[in-house]
């Protein structure tokens, strides 16, 4: 494995971890406001406190996931990697553009006359629920006859759909006081998924070894190579 693919592996896990930390302490920052009360685009808000904790959140998963996407699609050679590196990678667009087309404000009750950038931004995070439910599906498919990530088929198929899951509580506004938490889930479910193919990635590369050849032991009574049995004729002799 080369040293991108590696680089690209580990943006893998740090992407993640990087965006859960600013959120985690983005909405420990918001004064008057229960922890999970926030959604975490709101986080990044005008209003919110240190708006620029969660800006730097999501610039950073969104270059990360790039990054990871590339890799993927390098491991598993180019157009045979299928959809999914590629998916990430516009998960990993779609994700600066959120950061950048902020809300308008931290709550969601904003008045009449959204700004553009607002509305920009729910279409951006629709698209965003999209490819982080899919791509998992689509790297479940793909490993499908890969040995060393086969073991990865099951959890990335059980994040997708308990994200699904949850998700579809949120947008059903099925208990809207929990909101925020289910929301946290929804997101962090299939980064999850990412973090642990970036590892595997990772531990593949770390136990590949060369391929040698057995040597060679001869049975007992069997000839060398190179000898001639008794009674047969040498090669350029009649």
Aim: charged share 15%; glycine share 10%.
């Amino acid at each position: 494995m080369s040293a991108g693919i590696r680089l690209g592996a580990a943006a893998g896990i740090a992407g993640p971890l990087a965006f859960t930390a600013a959120w985690v302490g983005a909405s420990l920052l918001q004064d008057g406001h229960a922890a999970t009360e926030v959604q975490i685009s709101g986080l990044a808000a005008p209003d919110a406190r240190d708006p620029w904790i969660m800006i730097t959140g999501f610039v950073v998963l969104g270059g990360c996931l790039v990054a990871l996407g590339s890799a993927l699609r390098r491991e598993f050679g180019g157009a045979r990697a299928g959809p999914g590196p590629r998916l990430i990678q516009a998960a990993g667009v779609l994700t600066v553009a959120a950061g950048l087309l902020r809300r308008d404000q931290m709550l969601l009750t904003a008045p009449a006359g959204e700004s553009w950038h607002n509305h920009a931004h729910d279409v951006v995070s629709a698209l965003i629920y999209v490819a982080l439910i899919t791509a998992p599906l689509l790297l479940a498919r793909r490993f499908r006859g890969e040995q060393r990530f086969r073991v990865l088929r099951v959890p990335l198929t059980a994040s997708s759909v308990a994200s699904a899951g949850v998700l579809a509580v949120f947008f059903a506004q099925a208990a809207p006081s929990w909101n925020g938490l289910l929301q946290r889930v929804a997101v962090s479910l299939p980064l999850a998924a990412m973090c642990a193919v970036a590892a595997r990635m990772l531990a593949a590369a770390g136990s590949a070894e060369p391929v040698t050849a057995e040597p060679v032991t001869a049975k007992p009574g069997a000839a060398k190579p190179g000898a001639t049995e008794p009674g047969a004729a040498h090669p350029g002799r009649v």
